[in-house]
């Protein structure tokens, strides 16, 4: 609960960001203002279809972050069942969208800083995928405890973007200044928080979940404390990305 309403904030910070920047620029007919903000490719002039995707992608970011987070309210699912399911639905169905889409922008368009940045984005979308899919078969085939464990590793593969973001944020506090860091993301440290981004998470939510199963108190209690642990850390990247990333453009 600690970690999910840290999470929660800061991916509020984020969806506001979204919807500030991206969505009223996008409602004003103002596309060239998305590059206000620092980006790797936003508006390109004569490139209808590459700003039409783009604009899919980063304002769908907002529904997919926001439908993620309820479906991991247990009071939804315990009273609103069907409110549930279909946000589930939706959920999986942008997740897939989204998935498809970055990996139009990043080869085709092309959009990337450098091949590891590219790389690290695409096996996040492939993740989305399968994990996305699986969950939702699972979910048809009512085999509802897979459902969950599936979904929940849906919901942390999404996030990847959002993860990224929090990552860099907590590394440039702690280390400093971003040391390992450069401006193309090919540095050490860049690349282990662009695989670390998602791969982190999952391997966190992995613990958790066998931990869950675990009969041994001490370590469900180790469980906690990585919990515990990683929730201090998305704190910490999670204030840094609001205030340095998004916190600009969310007025």
């Not at 979940?209 to 180790?222: C, E, H, M």
Request: without cysteine; proline residues 3%; charged residues 10%.
């Amino acid at each position: 609960m600690a970690w999910f309403l840290v999470a929660a904030a800061g991916q509020g910070a984020f969806i506001w960001m979204i919807i500030a920047h991206y969505g009223r620029r996008t409602m004003a007919g103002d596309l060239a203002g998305w590059n206000d903000k620092p980006i790797i490719k936003g508006y390109v002039s004569a490139d209808d279809l590459g700003n039409l995707m783009f604009a899919v992608h980063v304002l769908l970011a907002a529904v997919v972050t926001l439908g993620g987070l309820l479906q991991l309210v247990p009071a939804i699912r315990r009273k609103l069942p069907a409110l549930h399911r279909w946000n589930g639905r939706l959920f999986f169905i942008i997740a897939y969208v989204m998935a498809l889409g970055g990996f139009w922008l990043t080869w085709v368009r092309p959009t990337y800083l450098s091949l590891i940045s590219a790389v690290s984005v695409s096996l996040n979308g492939v993740l989305i995928l399968v994990f996305a899919g699986l969950a939702w078969r699972f979910a048809v085939t009512r085999k509802f405890e897979a459902h969950r464990r599936w979904a929940m590793r849906a919901f942390m593969v999404v996030n990847g973007v959002w993860f990224l973001r929090v990552a860099i944020m907590g590394w440039v506090v702690v280390s400093g200044g971003g040391l390992g860091m450069n401006r193309t993301l090919s540095g050490p440290a860049d690349i282990v928080l662009q695989f670390g981004s998602y791969l982190i998470p999952l391997a966190v939510l992995e613990v958790y979940l066998r931990a869950q199963r675990s009969a041994r108190p001490i370590v469900k209690r180790l469980a906690a404390g990585l919990v515990i642990a990683m929730t201090v850390v998305t704190a910490v990247g999670g204030v840094g990305a609001t205030l340095f990333m998004w916190g600009p453009y969310m007025k």
